[in-house]
């Protein structure tokens, strides 16, 4: 068992480039979600998975984001036309339903400059 | 809506002294409740979790938390702190059959000689 492994580790873009990032969850865990979490801030709920199906969304997931699970494995988090409000860490968990033992990545620092 | 609120931005605490950190939520039903810890650059881990039964949970680490419903609190405990124990803590809330979490603003704990 290796965790939760999140890449990149920083990610430093222009406002108006589009970028992806990658989350490998804990093989057996079944739920997979993604947080944001800005500077002096909790993290803040975007999606979540359950396998390959996107259960819910927040609202602040706009249209520039997109989150994908294909075959319930990796996921990824696109932000696409990035504006300097997207700066924030990318957390990624995953857990087995039920269990609510969330296990979190060293999540993916994005700047946009 | 579900929501945590936790009044201390930032504690400080003299090594070996007592640590209790402060948690209040507002939800509805019976809310499961969590305490995470967060160290520079790194993801969230989980110290323990609440979900019914003793009001008093032991988690790793030498933590402990006591659900108080009257109160709405959830507050974390420790009775004697270690430099190591310097990071960032967060609780959380959920709820049975939801287990997006909604967390506070976090806790900044300082640890002096």
């Known amino acids: 068992d290796t965790g939760v492994s999140q890449d990149p580790r920083h990610k430093i873009t222009k406002r108006g480039q589009n970028v992806t990032f990658r989350c490998d969850p804990i093989s057996e865990h079944n739920r997979l979600y993604w947080y944001r979490q800005t500077l002096g801030q909790g993290p803040e709920f975007l999606t979540y998975?359950?396998?390959?199906?996107?259960?819910?969304k927040s609202r602040l997931l706009s249209d520039r984001f997109s989150a994908e699970r294909p075959k319930g494995s990796f996921s990824t988090l696109e932000i696409q036309r990035t504006e300097q409000g997207d700066s924030a860490m990318y957390l990624c968990?995953?857990?087995?339903?039920?269990?609510?033992?969330?296990?979190f990545g060293s999540g993916t620092r994005l700047t946009v400059v | 809506a579900q929501s945590v609120t936790q009044p201390d931005i930032h504690i400080t605490v003299s090594e070996g002294a007592s640590l209790e950190l402060r948690c209040n939520y507002s939800?509805?039903?019976?809310?499961?409740l969590f305490w995470y810890v967060q160290s520079p650059g790194q993801g969230l881990q989980l110290l323990l979790k609440?979900?019914?039964?003793?009001?008093l949970v032991q988690g790793i680490k030498g933590f402990e938390a006591e659900f108080k419903r009257s109160q709405s609190s959830f507050n974390l405990r420790k009775p004697s702190v270690h430099w190591s124990d310097a990071a960032e803590y967060f609780c959380a809330v959920g709820a049975k059959g939801n287990e997006k979490l909604t967390f506070g603003t976090g806790t900044r704990l300082t640890i002096i000689p």
């Open positions: 939800y509805g039903a019976t809310p499961y």
């Open positions: 609440y979900f019914s039964g003793d009001t």
């Open positions: 998975f359950q396998n390959e199906a996107q259960l819910e």
């Open positions: 968990a995953s857990s087995l339903q039920g269990t609510y033992g969330y296990t």
